[in-house]
């Protein structure tokens, strides 16, 4: 099987997960998002920050697309989302590539 075959079928099985995902994964958070809340709540995090002596800033840069979604657009949103993140990495990907294939 040639390079371009394998591509092919990355992508389209890329794409095949980032349309299903958004109605496949669980609406609850799970790992370190869950174990976050259960430990830490917004009062103890603002108590905490105090304590210390800094403040919450928040983000340094905003997200284009918070918690993988797009705002008022459910789960096409999701859907957009995930389908412009992997183009996103598709295209950094074959760049590296091509620029180490350039180099050798």
């Not at 794409?15 to 917004?42: M, Q, R, Y």
């Not at 840069?61 to 999701?78: A, F, H, L, T």
Request: glycine share 10%; with cysteine.
């Amino acid at each position: 099987m040639d390079n371009k075959k394998i591509l092919l079928y990355g992508l389209v099985i890329s794409l095949i997960i980032g349309v299903l995902a958004p109605f496949l994964a669980c609406p609850n958070p799970d790992g370190l998002e869950s174990t976050a809340e259960k430990i830490i709540n917004e009062k103890t995090l603002h108590h905490n920050l105090q304590q210390i002596g800094l403040e919450e800033e928040g983000t340094v840069v905003p997200s284009p697309m918070p918690d993988y979604s797009i705002e008022g657009m459910g789960k096409v949103g999701e859907v957009i989302a995930m389908i412009v993140g992997i183009i996103i990495i598709l295209a950094v990907a074959y760049g590296i590539t091509v620029a180490i294939a350039k180099k050798n």
